[in-house]
Structures are given as C-alpha cells and as structure tokens.
C-alpha cells in the first residue's frame, strides 16, 4: 500500500476516483447480486442518518464504497479500494465542514442507490460521476 501512504492533493484523489468509481457503479449495477445491492443501499441508509445526526460517517463511507467495489466482481477494482479511501477520507473531512456539501451528498447519495436498485448501470455511472464532479466544484480544492 505504499500508494495510500502517498500524501496527496485533495484535488488529484478526486481526479483519480473520477476515473475509476463511475465505472465501479456501472458495473455494480449490472453484475451484483441482490444481497451485494441491498447492502450497497443500506449503507447508503445509514449515511444519510449519520449526515443527519451529524455523525462522523468516514467508516460508513468506506464501507458503502468498498461493497460498490466488490459488487463489480473485479479482483482488480478491490485491490485498488485502499488507495480511494484515502480520497474519500479526505473528501468526508472536507464536507462535513460544508453544510451544502452535505446536502447534496444527500441527494446525489439517494440517486445512485435508486439505479442500482432498478439496475440501471449507466444512470449509476451517471450518478457517481456528478457526485464526484459536484464535490470537486464546492470543495476547496489545494
């Protein structure tokens, strides 16, 4: 792991999960089982309570993005999760410091689990990318 130890720019980690967790969706959406997809969403349930309660939710975060990464059925994509934790920490520090941060997490949250509930591989993609994209615009990006 001695990519994660790298100390990266916010703004290069949200780059590289921009390449790689719109597709994680995708194919999530399309491959996952059904007990991969429920666990997926109730994870995602749980966020949005800790963002309610305003709870620390990096734990919950990683696990919700791990179990889309083992959903794709891609050895490769889960040897690759630890070095997007370092971005979602990162990027979980950074938004619970912004209200409207929060809030879109919310609504972009509840978009992505509305696709993979229905299978709809590319409306996930979709919704992971402007998830990322949305964080990008309104943190402060070093």
Not at 65 to 69: D, E, G, Q, T, V
């Given at each position: 792991?001695?990519?994660?130890?790298?100390?990266?720019?916010?703004?290069?980690?949200?780059?590289?999960?921009l390449?790689?967790e719109?597709?994680?969706?995708?194919?999530?959406?399309?491959?996952?089982?059904?007990?991969?997809?429920?666990r997926?969403?109730?994870?995602?349930?749980?966020?949005?309570?800790?963002?309610?309660?305003?709870?620390?939710?990096?734990?919950?975060?990683?696990?919700f993005?791990?179990?889309?990464?083992r959903?794709?059925?891609?050895?490769?994509?889960n040897q690759?999760?630890?070095v997007?934790?370092?971005?979602?920490?990162k990027?979980?520090?950074?938004?619970?410091?912004?209200?409207?941060?929060?809030?879109?997490?919310?609504?972009?949250?509840?978009?992505?689990?509305d696709?993979?509930?229905?299978?709809?591989?590319?409306g996930?993609?979709?919704?992971?990318?402007?998830?990322?994209?949305?964080?990008?615009?309104?943190l402060?990006?070093?």
């Open positions: 792991s001695s990519l994660a130890s790298v100390k990266v720019k916010a703004k290069d980690l949200y780059e590289m999960r390449i790689f719109p597709e994680a969706a995708y194919y999530a959406a399309q491959r996952g089982t059904e007990e991969e997809i429920q997926i969403l109730a994870l995602g349930a749980e966020i949005e309570e800790r963002i309610r309660q305003k709870k620390d939710r990096t734990k919950v975060e990683q696990a993005h791990k179990s889309i990464a959903a794709t059925h891609n050895e490769f994509m690759l999760m630890p997007i934790y370092e971005g979602i920490n990027g979980v520090r950074l938004s619970q410091a912004y209200e409207e941060v929060e809030q879109a997490t919310l609504i972009e949250h509840r978009m992505l689990m696709f993979l509930k229905s299978r709809n591989a590319e996930a993609r979709n919704a992971m990318r402007i998830h990322i994209l949305h964080a990008m615009e309104q402060p990006m070093e």
